[in-house]
């Protein structure tokens, strides 16, 4: 699975888009991004996930640079329970060897 | 609530014990995996079943063994504890083999403390 590269930390304001920012230079074609999060040490939490083309749901948007190199997890209005760790995962999808190697992820702190 | 139950939410025992932590996946999920997240170590998948079957391992130590059984719950097995094997111990679960995607729904997680 491809290694990914995340800023430690980020703050946003309550109400603002987050944006929150994810290198994996090495990506393969078959390699999807995933984001998941964690609040507090409960199970993370899954977000959503893309392979070429951007992708929206009900909690995020998920943006991919054309060259899959890099993307962006788009939180469109942050609430303080966004307040998480964020981990970006790149890994083959469609298979049932399906473990997630996290990283370190970026703590996301939303203020009032 | 992600439909996966872990028990029991807290656990407290001795060095050099063995403990059974239990985990039900969804309704319908054939795969469970395990996974340790320790202060120095973050989040470490350990070792997924799929229907019965191992399928794939990760960073598990010896000391350690996993089963699911045909109803699909999963228990891990921790023995000759260690204090550094005082953790947060997570189990997933998912569809599985033939799904489009591999979203995984964690449950909400047993801390092992190891005295």
């Known amino acids: 699975d491809a290694k990914t590269t995340q800023p430690p930390s980020m703050d946003c304001a309550e109400g603002r888009a987050a944006n929150l920012p994810c290198n994996h230079s090495?990506?393969?074609?078959?390699?999807?991004v995933y984001w998941y999060r964690q609040i507090h040490s409960q199970g993370p939490q899954y977000i959503i996930h893309?392979?070429?083309n951007n992708e929206t749901n009900e909690m995020a948007s998920l943006i991919i640079t054309e060259d899959r190199k890099s993307s962006t997890l788009i939180l469109p209005h942050a609430t303080l329970r966004d307040t998480a760790v964020y981990y970006c995962?790149?890994?083959?999808?469609?298979?049932?060897?399906?473990?997630?190697?996290f990283g370190q992820g970026t703590i996301l702190t939303v203020h009032p | 609530d992600s439909g996966v139950t872990q028990t029991p939410k807290h656990l407290i025992t001795a060095t050099g014990q063995r403990v059974t932590l239990r985990c039900s996946p969804r309704?319908?999920?054939?795969?469970v995996y395990w996974y340790q997240q320790s202060l120095d170590q973050g989040l470490q998948f350990l070792i997924q079943?799929?229907?019965?079957?191992?399928?794939a391992k990760g960073n598990i130590l010896e000391r350690f063994s996993a089963q699911q059984f045909p109803d699909l719950h999963s228990e891990l097995n921790l023995s000759s504890l260690e204090l550094g094997d005082s953790a947060l111990y997570f189990c997933?679960?998912?569809?599985?083999?033939?799904?489009?995607?591999?979203?995984?729904?964690f449950g909400p997680g047993t801390r092992l403390t190891v005295l």
């Open positions: 997933a679960s998912s569809p599985g083999q033939g799904a489009s995607h591999n979203e995984q729904f």
């Open positions: 090495t990506i393969s074609g078959n390699e999807y």
């Open positions: 893309g392979l070429k």
């Open positions: 995962i790149v890994r083959v999808g469609g298979t049932s060897y399906g473990k997630l190697t």
């Open positions: 309704s319908g999920d054939l795969s």
């Open positions: 079943y799929y229907n019965g079957e191992e399928r």
